[in-house]
Nanobody, 119 residues
Framework: QVQLVESGGGLVQAGDSLRLSCAASGRTSSIISMAWFRQAPGKEREFVVAIAWRGGSVRLADSVKGRFTISRDNAKNTADLQMNNLKPEDTAVYYC????????????WGQGTQVTVSS
């Protein structure tokens, strides 16, 4: 019902910035929020940031406050993750997620994009 495609990952040095983009297609009119998660090697997938589709309110993980931010373009059905002052600890596969409202609420995931930060 909703397809998500991430882009923008790559190999960067510590202190660099990177912008990830998530493009949604399908039943996008039913999106209630979009979010970014990440999974580092040997670790569980963790929440990074989420944004409400209507009001734009943002929720950030403590680990990225002051460095990461999220924005969305409702007309283009995209949500971008701006990552500044990247650290080696930020190395992970970053996944876009969307919450879709129907009779209930369903979550959808993108395929992930690799971010590698060298020291």
């Amino acid at each position: 019902q909703v397809q998500l495609v991430e882009s923008g990952g790559g190999l960067v040095q510590a202190g660099d910035s990177l912008r990830l983009s998530c493009a949604a297609s399908g039943r996008t009119s039913s999106i209630i929020s979009m979010a970014w998660f990440r999974q580092a090697p040997g670790k569980e997938r963790e929440f990074v940031v989420a944004i409400a589709w209507r009001g734009g309110s943002v929720r950030l993980a403590d680990s990225v406050k002051g460095r990461f931010t999220i924005s969305r373009d409702n007309a283009k059905n995209t949500a971008d993750l701006q990552m500044n002052n990247l650290k080696p600890e930020d190395t992970a596969v970053y996944y876009c997620a969307a919450s879709i409202v129907g009779p209930g609420t369903n979550n959808y995931w993108g395929q992930g994009t690799q971010v590698t930060v060298s020291s």
